[in-house]
């Protein structure tokens, strides 16, 4: 039946009796000539097998060759495809349309960045955050070549391993209100990615990420609405790494009282 | 020359978009009741300053049925705000490691409450017995 289904697929043949037709519709955006985005609504033929992804695909190939949309690997590792659907932040390939079925579904680029065009957002300013939290490892003890390999054990890789799971597929951003709300905040995913750095036993680097976590586009922007760990697909939980930077942030800010060496820079 | 014009969308009424929203203002929204109920004790403990007429007199407001409705829904709040305040730690905590491994969110979180029953009744019992 499966297999059958699939080559109706292709040939383009849709006999009514098994096709079955699902409504999509998306806010639509083009810069040119739009004010504001706008819904558009298509009906699209699907079988089980097919995700929102492909929905959209069909969308482009078949009713407007100018809807515009990100997306490569279809298997949830890329991280291009999310899109807000029916509301919330997915991976439109890792979303299937017989979910929705026989409901409309409402396709929408992801929330709290700016449309560029269609389901295409302006990610510009993320990745300058990316860059922000110096996403590298910075040594404690800088290391010859003949000094050899830094050692790490299987308990010291398990403190940052989680984290080092993030796609950058900005979900978390789109799920943040505080992002939408002040978009220089330096938000979850990379936050998330600065914490992998400073729990890596190799690295010595928390001293100078400090400032950016402290500082006005910093950790305490969150208010701890938790949705960002909720959209996770990787299961990064970026909400945790933003609140635990709180309470290093707290500690550096009340420890440089105590210690002469924790001065202010 | 650029045809760029990207669109921000507007915010307003961001909380209503999505439930997860909602019950983050609901819950975060019970704060203003458990800062009521302590303006409440304070006004007692001035009233008290007071003298022995005004006491009185709050401890009568304090029988009195709007204040009974008032007090079961600072109860209703408290509670639910206790509820999700200890449902948030796995999301605020540093992850607790016991044997190795992390401590799963349910056990957290379940502790959390089960210390705040604990706390709560271990309270009854204290005020009750000097209240006998």
Known sequence: MVPLVKRQTRKGKHPMSEQKIIEIEVLRYKPESDQAPHSEVYKVPFTDDMSVLQ?????????????????SCRMAICGSCGMMINGIPKLSCESFLRDYYPNRITVEALANFPIEKDLVVDLSGFIEKLEAIQPYI???????????????????????????????????????PQVG?????????????????????????????????????????????????EVCPKHVDPGNAVNVNKINAAKDYFLRFLSPKGGAQ | MSKRRPYVRPMGGWWKKNPFYVEYMVHESTALFVAAYAITLLVGLVRLGQ?????????????????????????????YHAFTWFKLFPLTMPPIIVNGKKLEPEVVVGSGWTAAILAALALLGIVWRIAA
């Open chain 1, 55 to 71: 929905g959209v695909q069909y969308i482009k190939d078949n009713f407007d060759g100018s809807l515009t949309f990100r997306w």
């Open chain 1, 138 to 176: 910075i040594p404690k003890e800088p290391r010859t070549l003949e000094q050899g390999e830094y050692i790490q054990t299987p308990e010291q890789f398990s403190q940052y391993i989680q984290f080092t799971s993030c796609i950058n597929c900005t979900l978390c951003y789109a799920a943040c």
């Open chain 2, 51 to 79: 003298g022995e007429a005004a006491w009185n007199g709050w401890l009568e407001a304090m029988k009195s049925p709007l204040s009974i409705v008032a007090h079961l829904a600072f109860l209703v709040a408290i509670a």
């Open chain 1, 181 to 229: 709300l002040n978009p220089d905040f330096i938000g979850p995913a990379a936050m998330a990615l600065l914490h992998r750095y400073n729990m890596d036993s190799r690295d010595g680097g928390q001293a100078q990420r400090m400032e950016l976590v402290a500082s006005e586009e910093g950790v305490y922007n969150c208010s701890a609405v938790g949705y960002c760990s």
